[in-house]
């Protein structure tokens, strides 16, 4: 083949190769009645890597160019000039093209292999089926009758669940609010994007905390926001450094997750909490509060959420039934002041119409039961019970190479590991074993880190799994 690669452009080689066979097919370098040369011989003959023929081959196929069928090789398309042939779209080049930017790479290969293959998961950031209220929930369906509104519901939700969720987060987190300054999501991800798209804009600065689950969210960067991090140390993030960025940057927004917070497990304590009210005060800059775990306490000792000392109205707080009844309810709820709530509801509307009235009526009748305290305490303490075991099974393992403060909440357990390794190599060995976990650099800006979940596995896997990670960790340390 007559082509030779520009390495003087910036154009991938790809595109170069796709451009060069498609002036071919059209000057009739490449005639319709012989198939095009196979990915394997291409690459050979341009001495280029196959993956660059396939993305070539992609692409053209794609615009409608060639076809490709199994036993046939690669051929060009036989219609390529009739009046009825239908283009197919270059989808790759709408997916680039897209606003709103996809997961990042690790996480979206930790995503696929757990559908493809059967792990340890030390990886997902949910309960397990097994402290799922099964039982308690076929037993409401199996004895009362759903009476929920089958059509469109209010755009806030329903009233009769907002007005239950007001009273639970009364009586279990301290915050006194009412139906109408509650807005139902699906799940607290989407009242996260709710907030981003409706309440900030392009250049608007925000802060998050380092690491943080938000830390490497996707949807900061496609709305355009500039991002600044605190870091989280033993006691959260230091009020101290919002200040700092505040003079600097005039922060915008606030995004905390104060009660064990994801991934370190920290509990934000209550001086540092007050400094961070008044100085949203002060300035005027609303704190959006993220609380999935707060009635997580291992304790027993009271894990109010910021919220519940929020005074003046300065704290959207988010919550939901994922990571203390069943992620698949996708109940959610955002408490705040009620033109926030009713800009949120009008665009949730415009995205869904609302939420499913018989997951809200499943919530609304379970969480008004004596049937919660029930599984709230049951739940504890198995959590309790699985973090002692994932406790000892690093203390075992991993043999004083590992430094973690001891969660008091939550579902996750936050790793430095004290020998140097490379990130990937260590998660691709992991999976080889069997076992798969979360790579810090997803989270935080240190290297070094690791995030283990104890929510998703049973005692025996949680210490079979860690004994897995030990094992690739020490092979690769002999490696080096």
Same mark, same amino acid.
């Given at each position: 083949?007559?082509?030779?690669? +520009?390495?003087?452009?910036?154009? =991938?080689?790809?595109?170069?190769?796709?451009?060069?066979?498609?002036?071919?097919?059209?000057?009739?370098?490449?005639?319709?009645?012989? $198939?095009?040369?196979?990915? %394997?011989?291409?690459?050979?003959?341009?001495?280029?890597?196959?993956?660059?023929?396939?993305?070539?081959? +992609?692409?053209?196929?794609?615009?409608?160019?060639?076809? %490709?069928?199994?036993?046939?090789?690669?051929?060009?398309?036989?219609?390529?000039?009739?009046?009825?042939? /239908?283009?197919?779209?270059?989808?790759?080049?709408?997916?680039?093209?897209?606003?709103?930017?996809?997961?990042? $790479?690790?996480?979206?290969?930790?995503?696929?292999? &757990?559908?493809?293959?059967?792990?340890?998961?030390?990886?997902?950031?949910?309960?397990?089926?097994?402290?799922?209220?099964?039982?308690?929930?076929?037993?409401?369906?199996?004895?009362?009758?759903?009476?929920?509104?089958?059509?469109?519901?209010? =755009?806030?939700?329903?009233?009769?669940?907002? !007005?239950?969720?007001?009273?639970?987060?009364?009586?279990?987190?301290?915050?006194?609010?009412?139906?109408?300054?509650?807005?139902?999501?699906?799940?607290?991800?989407?009242?996260?994007?709710?907030?981003?798209?409706?309440?900030?804009? =392009?250049?608007?600065?925000?802060?998050?905390?380092?690491?943080?689950?938000?830390?490497? &969210?996707?949807?900061?960067?496609?709305?355009?926001?500039?991002?600044?991090?605190?870091?989280?140390?033993? +006691?959260?993030?230091?009020?101290?450094?919002?200040?700092?960025?505040?003079?600097?940057? %005039?922060?915008?927004?606030?995004?905390?997750?104060?009660?064990?917070?994801?991934?370190?497990?920290?509990?934000?304590?209550?001086?540092?909490?007050?400094?961070?009210?008044?100085?949203?005060?002060?300035?005027?800059?609303?704190?959006?509060?993220?609380?999935?775990?707060?009635?997580?306490?291992?304790?027993?000792?009271?894990?109010? $959420? &910021? /919220?519940?000392?929020?005074?003046?109205?300065?704290?959207?707080?988010?919550?939901?039934?994922?990571?203390?009844?069943?992620?698949?309810?996708?109940?959610?709820?955002?408490?705040?002041?009620? $033109?926030?709530?009713?800009?949120?509801?009008?665009?949730?509307?415009?995205? !869904?119409?609302?939420?499913?009235?018989?997951?809200?009526?499943?919530?609304?009748?379970?969480?008004?039961?004596?049937?919660?305290?029930?599984?709230?305490?049951?739940?504890?303490?198995?959590?309790?019970?699985?973090?002692?075991?994932?406790?000892?099974?690093?203390?075992?393992? &991993?043999?004083? !190479?590992?430094?973690?403060?001891? =969660?008091?909440?939550?579902?996750?357990?936050?790793?430095?590991?004290?020998?140097?390794?490379?990130?990937?190599?260590?998660?691709?060995?992991?999976?080889?074993?069997?076992?798969?976990?979360?790579?810090?650099?997803?989270?935080?800006?240190?290297?070094?880190?690791?995030?283990?979940?104890?929510?998703?596995?049973?005692?025996?896997?949680?210490?079979?799994?860690?004994?897995?990670?030990?094992?690739?960790?020490?092979?690769? !340390?002999?490696?080096?």
């Amino acid at each position: 083949m007559d082509w030779k690669l +520009d390495r003087a452009v910036k154009k =991938p080689i790809y595109k170069q190769l796709a451009e060069y066979i498609e002036h071919g097919i059209a000057d009739g370098t490449f005639p319709p009645d012989k $198939p095009l040369p196979s990915e %394997r011989k291409l690459a050979s003959e341009l001495n280029v890597n196959r993956s660059t023929v396939v993305s070539a081959y +992609d692409e053209l196929e794609a615009n409608g160019l060639i076809e %490709r069928k199994r036993g046939s090789g690669t051929t060009i398309s036989k219609d390529i000039w009739g009046v009825t042939k /239908k283009r197919v779209p270059s989808w790759n080049q709408y997916i680039k093209a897209g606003s709103f930017l996809p997961n990042v $790479p690790v996480m979206q290969r930790i995503h696929k292999e &757990l559908t493809v293959q059967k792990l340890i998961n030390l990886a997902s950031g949910e309960l397990s089926e097994d402290l799922f209220p099964t039982r308690f929930l076929q037993e409401i369906i199996s004895t009362r009758v759903f009476d929920g509104n089958l059509g469109y519901d209010h =755009p806030q939700g329903n009233e009769n669940l907002r !007005d239950t969720i007001g009273k639970h987060v009364g009586i279990y987190r301290g915050i006194e609010t009412s139906p109408s300054s509650i807005l139902i999501t699906s799940g607290a991800q989407q009242a996260l994007h709710l907030v981003v798209q409706c309440l900030l804009k =392009p250049g608007d600065a925000i802060v998050l905390e380092d690491p943080s689950y938000h830390y490497g &969210l996707p949807v900061f960067k496609s709305a355009g926001l500039k991002t600044f991090f605190l870091p989280v140390n033993r +006691d959260g993030i230091n009020p101290e450094d919002l200040l700092f960025l505040h003079k600097r940057h %005039r922060i915008k927004m606030i995004f905390l997750n104060p009660a064990f917070q994801n991934p370190t497990g920290v509990f934000l304590p209550e001086n540092r909490r007050q400094q961070i009210l008044e100085l949203s005060s002060q300035h005027g800059i609303p704190v959006v509060e993220d609380d999935p775990y707060s009635l997580t306490a291992f304790t027993g000792e009271d894990a109010s $959420p &910021l /919220k519940s000392m929020d005074q003046h109205g300065n704290v959207l707080y988010i919550s939901s039934l994922s990571k203390v009844v069943a992620s698949g309810l996708r109940i959610g709820w955002v408490i705040g002041p009620k $033109p926030v709530i009713e800009r949120l509801a009008d665009a949730k509307q415009q995205v !869904d119409f609302g939420h499913g009235s018989f997951a809200q009526w499943m919530a609304n009748e379970f969480l008004k039961s004596s049937y919660f305290s029930i599984h709230i305490k049951s739940l504890v303490k198995q959590l309790k019970q699985r973090r002692n075991q994932i406790v000892t099974s690093m203390e075992t393992y &991993l043999r004083g !190479d590992a430094d973690f403060q001891v =969660p008091q909440g939550g579902i996750h357990l936050w790793c430095k590991l004290k020998k140097e390794y490379n990130e990937l190599q260590l998660l691709e060995a992991s999976i080889k074993r069997g076992v798969i976990y979360v790579p810090g650099a997803t989270m935080g800006s240190e290297a070094g880190y690791v995030r283990f979940t104890y929510a998703r596995e049973t005692e025996e896997k949680i210490d079979e799994g860690i004994k897995k990670f030990a094992d690739a960790f020490y092979a690769m !340390d002999k490696k080096l």
